[in-house]
């Protein structure tokens, strides 16, 4: 699927808020000036001042009628006695009965403390388990997040998700490049 040829958008603060629903990621570009503007879907905007914005566009591939995650960036910030290593956190929210499908992250390492509700998290092929308020998991680089819901129907679930990741791989894809999603979806 092509991208099609739209304006680039910047938000006006480094608190971002995004829905990663059915997404396909479309091209990037740095740009020298922010503007204020609206993004209507089927298209989502994820920026910073620091990486170019990621533009994703919604997929046709796989479709679920589950509620999908939501996102918001909280910082991202270059290591400085880590050189070319940069640590971003995410607040990931889940609605009832939320959920995400499978994914890796980019190369980075992932570790998630559990805020809110209870999460049910499952990684390459091992049974999944429950966390809970103030229990954390880790994600080595190149793992296979094969389940990752809230384990509620009725009450919202959410965690804050920090990445240390390759400055290069943020600087190249932006912050799309934190999530892959499985072939499909």
């Known amino acids: 699927m ?3 040829d739209i304006s680039w958008l910047f938000s006006e ?3 971002i808020k995004f829905d990663i629903s059915r997404l396909q990621i479309s091209p990037f570009r740095r740009t020298a000036h922010h503007t204020k503007t609206t993004c209507l879907d089927p298209f989502l905007v994820i920026s910073s001042t620091n990486y170019p914005t990621a533009i994703m566009e919604a997929s046709p591939i796989a479709t ?3 509620p999908r995650e939501n996102g918001e960036l909280l910082f991202d910030h270059e290591i400085a006695n880590a050189p070319g290593k940069s640590i971003v956190g995410l607040r990931v929210s889940f609605g009832p009965d939320g959920w995400t499908p499978p994914h890796r992250h980019g190369g980075a ?4 403390l559990v805020q809110e509700g209870e999460i049910l998290s499952g990684m390459n092929g091992n049974p999944p ?3 809970k308020p103030g229990e954390s998991f880790m994600e ?5 997040h094969t389940v990752g819901e809230n384990n509620s129907k009725e009450k919202p ?5 920090v990445f240390v990741i390759d400055t290069e791989v943020l600087k ?3 912050y799309a490049a934190l999530t892959q999603l499985d072939e499909g979806w």
Do not use: D, E, L
């Open 157 to 161: 679930a959410s965690f804050i998700a």
């Open 64 to 66: 679920s009628t589950r």
């Open 109 to 112: 390492t992932v570790v998630a």
């Open 172 to 174: 190249v894809g932006g």
């Open 140 to 144: 080595r680089p190149g793992c296979h």
């Open 13 to 15: 603060s480094n608190s």
């Open 129 to 131: 388990k429950v966390y």
């Open 2 to 4: 092509s991208s099609p």
